[in-house]
């Protein structure tokens, strides 16, 4: 079993939708979490990070279930821009980020 | 502020060529990492530096070595290129080994 495993999509939803993408984990111990943003042929940009309580910046929100060991990113109102591919990372031991492949994004017109 | 360089941000050589990649940040970071990404396979980490003067091997070490120059700087070299090691390269820092890490544009590497 991968340490991060994430649906690598795509997710091909109409301007406007709510879409949501899950993350499972597979160590109980990671302590960190976080969303990247990567573009086409860019390098990843942190999103967000994902706090135990949960958290929202605008029309995105994140949600930790330590239970289940899932992350989740709901994205609300999609725009043409948040067309990406969303990467999962956890942070497990003491220098060890572990990333997702990503789940791709196509917001259509 | 210009975050994290590399250069440079295209390279092709043969088999078994070396070359060096350049990497420096201007956060004032402590930890540098660097990281291999390929198709399907994401982001995996080849060598990391948690402060100046520590490095210390990541998931996929084999044929390459690094250089902490100073707390600025983090060099990633590869003494014989093979063809497997075409890929993107990015460099990334953080300043505290739990928080999110800050990357570099990426270096798309070919060996022929």
């Known amino acids: 079993r991968k340490e991060v495993e994430q649906d690598p999509g795509p997710f091909n939803v109409p301007e406007g939708a709510t879409v949501a993408f899950n993350c499972t984990y597979s160590n109980s111990a990671s302590q960190s979490f976080f969303w990247y943003r990567q573009d086409c042929r860019k390098e990843p940009k942190l999103l967000m990070s994902v706090y135990s309580s949960g958290n929202e910046d605008g029309r995105f929100t994140a949600q930790l279930n330590r239970a289940s060991q899932y992350i989740s990113l709901l994205i609300r109102d999609s725009k043409l821009s948040d067309s990406a591919t969303y990467l999962c990372?956890?942070?497990?031991?003491?220098?060890?980020?572990?990333f997702g492949t990503g789940t791709r994004l196509k917001v259509l017109a | 502020n210009a975050g994290v360089t590399q250069t440079p941000k295209f390279q092709v050589l043969k088999t078994g060529q070396s070359m060096t990649l350049q990497c420096a940040q201007d956060?004032?970071?402590?930890?540098m990492y660097w990281y291999r990404q390929d198709p399907g396979m994401g982001l995996r980490l080849i060598y990391y530096s948690a402060s100046e003067g520590t490095t210390d091997k990541g998931e996929v070490p084999n044929g390459y070595n690094v250089s902490r120059l100073n707390k600025r700087e983090f060099s990633l070299r590869l003494e014989s290129a093979a063809p497997s090691q075409t890929s993107v390269y990015f460099c990334?820092?953080?300043?505290?080994?739990?928080?999110?890490?800050?990357f570099g544009p990426g270096t798309r590497l070919t060996v022929l």
């Open positions: 990372v956890v942070t497990s031991g003491t220098y060890k980020y572990i």
């Open positions: 990334a820092s953080s300043e505290l080994r739990v928080n999110e890490q800050f």
């Open positions: 956060m004032n970071h402590n930890s």
